[in-house]
C-alpha cells in the first residue's frame, strides 16, 4: 500500500478535480502490476495496473488500491464493475471514497461478486494525501493554502506596499512547486496593483499553470498588468459586471458575504485547491472567517522596522523547515 501511495503521488497536479490514486496487484507473493491515475479523463489506477498485469492474471490475485474504486461512469467505466467482472480474491483499499456518487458503492459492488475486500489500512497517509479532494467532497469548497512571506519583525510589506524580496530564492521556488500541484492562485487589489504579478510557474518546474484568480471589486486595475495578458486562465471577481474576455472571465459578485460565493463559485467550477497569496487584507478575511485549511509563513531574517503587520494564526505551529534564511512554519486547520 505505501508502493501504491508512491504512486499515486505520480499523478500530483495532473488529475484534477479527480483523488490522487495508486493501485497495486499481487499474485503468490509477487507484484504482477501496479498503475496510477495519470492525468484527468484518462484511465483510473486501477485499468492501469491490470493492464499492467494482464487481464488474465487477476484472479485469485491480492489488489491494493488507495481510494475506493469507483461505482459510476464518469469519463471512464466503473472501475469496481472491472474487479468484479476478474474476480481478485481480495481488494484492499485505503479509503473509502466521499464523492456521494461511489461512498461504499464501489466496496458494495466487490462484496456482492464475491470479493472479500478490507478497508482502512494506511488510511491517515491516504487522508493526507488527498486532503484537497476530501475537503471538496465534505466541505463543498475548495481546500485554502494560505501563503505569505513576513519579515523576523512581523511586516508583510512596506508602507507602500512593497515586498520583494522578503523569502530567499530557495524558499521562492518552493511556492512554485506548490503552484504545480494547485488548481487556482488568487491575490487581491493591493497585491495585484502593486506586486504585479504573473502568478504563473517558473523555475524551470513541471506542471501545467493554475487558474489566476483576482479580486477587483470595481475594475480599477490597469489592464496592461500580467493578470489581464492572456496567456492563462484567469477569473476577475468585481461588483460591476459578469463578461468574458478571451482566457480572462469577469464575475460579478452580491455585496453581501463575498467570500463565500467566491469559494462557491470555484466549487462549481471543481476547482478542488486554491493558494492565496495575499495581501493582508484577503488573508486577514479568510482567517477569521475559518476558511482556510494550512497556512505556509517564510520568516526571513530581515527587518522592516515598520510597514504591513503580518497575519496572526491562533493556531499552533505543525511543522517548522529551514529553507536557506528563512524558516517556514506550516499550520494546520483541520
Known sequence: MRRALDLAALGKGQVSPNP????IIVKDDKVIGEGYHEKYGGPHAEVNAVRDAGEENVKGATVYVTLEPCSHYGKTPPCADMLARLQPQKVIVSKLDPNPLVAGRGMKKLNEAGITTEVGLLEDE???QNRAFFTFMNKKRPFVLLKWAQTADGFIARENYDS???SSEASRKRVHEWRAAHDAIMVGTNTALHDNPSLNIRFDIAGKNPIRIVIDKQLTLPQTHHLFDQTQETLCYNMLESKKDGKIEYIKLKEEALFP???NDLYERKVLSL??????YLLNE???RDQ?????VFVSEKTFDKGIAAPKITKPVYTTEEIA????LTYHNF
Request: charged share 25%; with cysteine; proline share 0%.
Open 126 to 128: 491516504a487522508s493526507k
Open 325 to 328: 534564511s528563512d524558516e517556514l
Open 292 to 296: 482556510w485549511d494550512e497556512a505556509k
Open 261 to 263: 460565493q467566491i469559494l
Open 164 to 166: 520583494k524580496w522578503i
Open 275 to 280: 493558494i492565496v497569496e495575499g495581501g493582508a
Open 20 to 23: 490522487m490514486v495508486g493501485c
Open 286 to 288: 479568510l482567517i477569521a
